[in-house]
């Protein structure tokens, strides 16, 4: 059965102290009341090393935001899967729209990410959707299926079971506005579909669904409920343990 996971995506947000004061705060709530469903929490690379002593990851997981598309060697200011892994995190986000919009990452350059991230053993939360104007000219089923194609549909299947999907419009990412649970629902549900044709129903059954873009406390039950929503990737909210914890809540 797939798992059900709220992940938290801090972004470019907190400095180291406050990163650990926050990861040990979820990691307290956390093991005082065990949650429903499994919680991770993706901080920027200069924390893990740190975030990783203070919490229990069998409470909360730890993943990193991105990772480098190469192995090692001469690439100033990079930082490459296996250094993520030594730190003792076990997630990478990758593919997520900013690195795309921001910083150029094409598609073949993921696929390289992706391949890299789970070589060293990392799971990985691979990032999907369409922007504003796709959506508008009805593209996003398009849009999607050409991201999986681009970058993980060539795993096979074994390794295609180290990836969680997140399905993130651009247009909700920090904007206020969430997909409402039936816009979501309809494309995760393709997504899972598109997934069953290339690996077959059993993984695709078992790949868990994410839904990203002002994902809070008041609309994730209502998300969650969705038979194809298995969790949120978490942006703005994920930064107070209060607004995190409340959408961890909405799986009880
Ligand atoms: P948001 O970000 O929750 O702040 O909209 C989600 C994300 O970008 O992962």
Redesign the pocket.
């Given at each position: 059965m797939r798992k059900k996971i709220v992940a938290g995506?801090w972004?470019m947000n907190m400095n180291l102290q406050d990163g650990i004061a926050l990861a040990k705060e979820l990691n307290e709530k956390l093991q005082n009341n065990t949650p429903n469903c499994e919680v991770v929490i993706c901080t920027p690379f200069i924390h893990l090393a740190s975030v990783a002593q203070v919490i229990d990851q069998s409470v909360v997981g730890l993943g990193a935001e991105n990772c480098a598309d190469k192995e090692s060697g001469a690439y100033t200011g990079e930082v490459s899967a296996a250094m993520v892994k030594s730190t003792g995190a076990q997630y990478v986000?990758l593919g997520?729209?900013?690195r795309r919009g921001y910083y150029g990452e094409t598609p073949a350059i993921l696929k390289e990410k992706v391949l890299l991230a789970l070589k060293n053993g990392l799971k990985v939360i691979f990032?999907i959707g369409e922007s504003l104007e796709e959506r508008e000219a009805n593209k996003q089923n398009e849009v999607v299926k050409m991201e999986l194609e681009g970058s993980v549909f060539n795993l096979s299947e074994e390794e295609f079971k180290n990836i969680i999907i997140?399905y993130?419009p651009i247009w909700?990412?920090?904007?206020g506005k969430t997909a409402t649970s039936d816009q979501a629902e309809e494309i995760q549900a393709y997504i899972r579909s598109i997934i069953a044709n290339k690996y077959g129903k059993a993984v695709a059954d078992d790949t868990s669904i994410l839904y990203?873009?002002?994902?809070?406390a008041s609309n994730a039950a209502e998300l969650f409920a969705k038979p194809d929503i298995d969790g949120?990737?978490?942006?703005?909210?994920?930064l107070k343990a209060a607004d995190f914890l409340g959408i961890v809540d909405a799986w009880k």
């Open positions: 995506n972004k986000i997520h729209s900013e990032c997140a993130e909700a990412i920090g904007t990203g873009g002002s994902c809070k949120g990737l978490i942006g703005g909210a994920s």
